[in-house]
């Protein structure tokens, strides 16, 4: 990439610049794949600096993991990249000063990367068209959570169109840059091995679980007006089970991808009552054990209510209605302070019609592809291996045992991976959308998930407690047993 930019970091002070956008960058820098003509701007209405901004950003860069962290050399070299403007986003004088910074220079591309709250979107908006900063070669980034509702998710999207082409949006989701969604595309996509099985005739369900040890940490504001559906499936995990289920696009540009992705979620089955009773299970950690150490209840958490009804867990069925998918059943399930951290989809095939062999119990053929925080692909398959002679001595044959493949992408690719956000972020500034949200998918996310939480505010149960350190309450399970099936660690 040989281009010079400007990126605007609104939020410049704040958490995920430092914690995930800046290392991000570094990284990019460090491969290589970050133009060095590019400027990097912190906003935020702390006055300061760019030598300030410099010091602060290396200071944070303290607390990031090791193999990140840039030794002093590196970011000598680094920060000159980096530079600062004290913007208040409700003053137009501090808009009409950034204006004038960007304007010391023609780029490229001007990126305007908004992580901030979502409901200053608007305001900073109307600033930047007021500052004549929505130029055709001007990009917004636009960081979850987009809304708490499909209204206030339309209210959003109708604001920023007022200001930006749909084409200068990009709506970031930070699981979709992973390279395990990527490697989920190019092998769906670009091998021709799946593709027959991938249908309602071979797969007999499909899971997809995204579990987290950690509880809400420092996050309890944020997360009470929150919670894991919002949090999670709304776009996570909807966006997993669009790539696990769509039809392959006529190419590779970023409208045939979302094209497929948005007929997807519009075939996902709609809610009746019965099913919002049966399919769909919300819970609430209590206190427990982590790791062999002793964690708080969810509502003993800083800044959670200790009446809080907000759902940590949440496991669901559903069915795609079209022809590929009728009848097979997609189970999601996401929480935080569960057993262990990982994150999966497992593709469960049908057993085969006529058994002449002894499978073993619980057996069965599938697909996992991993995503954190291991990186791969195991295929579960049966093999006759050698068995112990039974008593008559004869050979005990006929008996299977359970074998798997296992690719381990980061094994194979090590230091050539590129992490999500440094993905992402050389896309906005090369202008690639793949790997984006449109306003459609997003809508259309939102007005399936919207009767849950309708139902949910008409629920006065509230969520089930499952303890600290456990797979979720007991009523997960019971829902996929429903079915005649089980979660993975069930077996």
């Known amino acids: 990439m040989n281009m010079s930019f400007d990126l605007v970091f609104f939020g410049g002070t704040g958490d995920l610049v430092w914690r995930k956008l800046m290392p991000a960058l570094f990284q990019a820098f460090r491969h290589g794949t970050l133009p060095e003509s590019g400027r990097i701007i912190g906003v935020a209405r702390d006055a300061m600096t760019d030598e300030q901004y410099r010091t602060l950003i290396q200071s944070r860069f303290e607390q990031v993991e090791g193999a990140k962290r840039p030794n002093d050399e590196e970011f000598a070299r680094f920060k000159a990249m980096l530079h600062y403007e004290r913007v208040d986003l409700s003053n137009p004088a501090d808009y009409a000063q950034l204006a004038k910074r960007l304007a010391e220079r023609d780029t490229d591309n001007v990126v305007m990367y908004l992580a901030t709250a979502p409901s200053l979107f608007n305001t900073v908006c109307e600033q930047l068209a007021v500052a004549h900063l929505n130029t055709p070669k001007t990009r917004i980034v636009l960081e979850k959570p987009l809304g708490h509702d499909l209204q206030s998710n339309r209210a959003i999207n109708q604001s920023v169109r007022k200001v930006f082409e749909e084409h200068q949006i990009f709506r970031i989701d930070h699981y979709l840059g992973k390279p395990s969604v990527q490697n989920l595309f190019a092998m769906r996509f670009g091998n021709a091995l799946f593709e027959p099985l991938w249908r309602r005739e071979h797969i007999a369900n499909i899971q997809i679980t995204i579990a987290e040890e950690l509880g809400v940490e420092k996050r309890g ?147 996992v592809i991993h995503l954190q925080p291991k990186d791969g692909l195991e295929l579960h398959l049966f093999a006759e291996g050698q068995h112990k002679r039974v008593k008559s001595g004869h050979q005990n044959s006929g008996t299977l045992s359970s074998v798997h493949l296992d690719l381990d992408f980061d094994k194979r690719f090590g230091s050539e991976r590129v992490g999500a956000y440094e993905r992402l972020l050389l896309d906005v500034l090369d202008g690639r959308l793949n790997l984006f949200v449109r306003s459609d998918e997003q809508e259309e996310a939102w007005r399936w998930v919207e009767p849950i939480l309708q139902h949910w505010a008409a629920d006065t149960q509230g969520p089930r407690p499952y303890a600290a350190g456990t797979w979720g309450p007991s009523a997960s399970s019971a829902m996929i047993a429903r079915d005649g099936f089980c979660w993975s660690e069930e077996i």
């Not at 007006?225 to 190419?251: F, K, S, W, Y």
């Not at 054990?289 to 009804?309: H, I, M």
């Not at 940590?312 to 997609?330: C, D, H, M, Q, S």
């Open 221 to 367: 504001g944020f997360y009470e007006n929150t919670g894991a559906l919002r949090d999670m499936v709304q776009n996570h995990a909807l966006q997993l089970l669009c790539a696990i289920a769509m039809e392959p696009p006529i190419n590779a540009h970023a409208d045939a991808i979302r094209d497929e992705k948005l007929k997807v979620l519009r075939a996902l089955k709609p809610w009746t009552t019965e099913t919002l009773g049966q399919h769909v299970v919300r819970g609430q950690y209590s206190a427990g054990s982590v790791n062999g150490q002793a964690v708080p209840g969810y509502k003993d958490e800083t800044g959670v209510s200790p009446s809080s009804s907000t759902e940590t867990f949440v496991a669901l069925r559903t069915e795609i209605a079209n022809w590929r998918w009728a009848g097979v059943p997609f189970y999601i399930r996401t929480g935080k302070r569960l057993a262990s951290r990982e994150a999966y989809i497992e593709i469960n095939f049908h057993p085969t019609p006529h058994a002449i062999f002894q499978a073993p119990a619980g057996g069965v053929n599938k697909l």
